[in-house]
């Protein structure tokens, strides 16, 4: 049963919902005690895989009952990573993803030894030295990740969306903002566009990295398959 975790909101339904005890555990066993904690300081987005939890609970009909009550509940998201299945993460850990991108893009531009690299030093150099105008790009995306949490993650939780939803989501009126929303979502991998729908007329839920946690997964998985 799940106790009162830090950062963790738990519904009256889901102290019986062993998937989601069974995830929140397997979180703490694969990142420690910070999981699902409400810090700012947002690193590599944290999942677990739910051919895990299947494995785990040895139910994988339950597991699929349970997700998607988790994600009507606004606990639980989950993402499909391409060749390799389905991901799940805490709802709150998302949205602070968004809240917090500049954060997260920070952290992760950092080398294994904690310092930015060469070409990231350079790249802030030049950043210092920019116009204005130029600036104002980081303030454009924090705009519309803002925008996105407040219009669109508090209160969507179907795994994909529309263009016209966001349009309507959000109020969008103004053409040219219209369009960096968009250009900003996609950019910053939170919307990517569904290959089986109309040209930007939909788009699937995802996050920051997802490509490079696939390839880990990926790699990991062919390294035990070598040794067997």
Not at 29 to 37: M, T
Request: glycine content about 8%; some cysteine.
């Amino acid at each position: 049963m799940i106790g009162k975790e830090k950062g963790l909101k738990i519904s009256k339904t889901s102290v019986a919902n062993k998937t989601l005890s069974t995830f929140y555990n397997l979180g703490k066993k694969y990142y420690g005690n910070d999981f699902g904690g409400s810090d700012e300081n947002v690193g590599e987005p944290k999942i677990v895989l739910r051919e895990q939890l299947y494995f785990a609970l040895g139910d994988r009909t339950r597991v699929d009952v349970e997700l998607e009550t988790c994600r009507s509940n606004k606990e639980l998201r989950t993402f499909n990573i391409s060749g390799i299945g389905t991901a799940v993460m805490l709802e709150s850990s998302y949205r602070a993803l968004a809240l917090n991108y500049h954060n997260y893009k920070r952290l992760t531009e950092k080398s294994s030894f904690g310092l930015l690299s060469s070409n990231n030093s350079e790249s802030n150099k030049r950043a210092k030295s920019e116009p204005r105008s130029k600036k104002s790009s980081s303030e454009l995306e924090k705009q519309v990740l803002r925008d996105f949490h407040n219009g669109i993650l508090l209160h969507w939780t179907d795994l994909s969306i529309t263009k016209d939803e966001v349009i309507t989501f959000l109020s969008l009126e103004d053409s040219d903002y219209l369009e960096n929303v968009f250009m900003v979502l996609s950019r910053t991998g939170f919307l990517v566009r569904k290959t089986d729908a109309p040209s930007g007329a939909s788009f699937h839920f995802s996050f920051p990295g997802i490509g490079k946690i696939g390839e880990r997964i990926t790699e990991a998985r062919r390294n035990v398959l070598s040794r067997i």
